[in-house]
């Protein structure tokens, strides 16, 4: 009986999620990060810690986060970002003769973000590699599909302080490889490689820039693959 009590206590006093497997871990962290649950758990975030499904993941001021997801992805959040791990799930994977996890093993698997506030640079993995339909990132303004990509996105609502004069809100985004498909009520806008977007509003058409838009060149994201494992 006694052992049974502590295992309950042990139990309780773990991260919510820590029973489930892990959506990824954290290989960078300067600053300050949490990561909230559904319920409204809140526990701080650490360098080679855990995240999971379900989870919302918050930066502090000066803070950056990169995520590396089971399936290979990356995702290095910016400073002043919420961002949520909406529904991630990536099988248990065979190995082939190579080791590689299988293709028809990351067809089951599905990666759906939401970008709440801020910005990221994100890098697909396997999930999105072999069936791109299973990943997206919903937005205030918009819903991004991915091409087997590297991009970036931030939103800005008022809050894109770091920059003067302060830029228009709404959402801003650019292709460093691959493409993505950014879509609402308007329709959708293809962004590729090299080029940049801009999108004011749900129901306002995507419109594509000429240059990099300031949003994003003011404080430039690294690349997420140099940040660790």
Known sequence: MR?????????????????????????LLTGRATAATAEGSIRPLLQGGKVYSGETIATGPASY??????????VLLRPNTRFQIENYRYPATTRGSRGQPAAAQAQQGNAFFRLLKGGFRAITGLIGKNNRENVSVRTPVATIGIRGTDFEV???AGDCLDIDPLPNDGLYAGVFDGGIGITNGAGEHVTLANQFAYVAGPDTVAVPLALRPRALAQDP???PAACGD
């Not at 052992?3 to 871990?25: R, Y």
């Open 3 to 27: 052992l049974l009590m502590l295992l309950g206590v042990l139990a309780l006093a773990l991260p919510a999620g820590a029973a489930q497997t892990a959506a990824g871990h954290i290989s």
């Open 65 to 74: 986060l990169n995520i590396v997801f089971s399936d290979g992805g990356r």
């Open 154 to 156: 931030r939103m800005c």
């Open 221 to 223: 994201m690294p690349d």
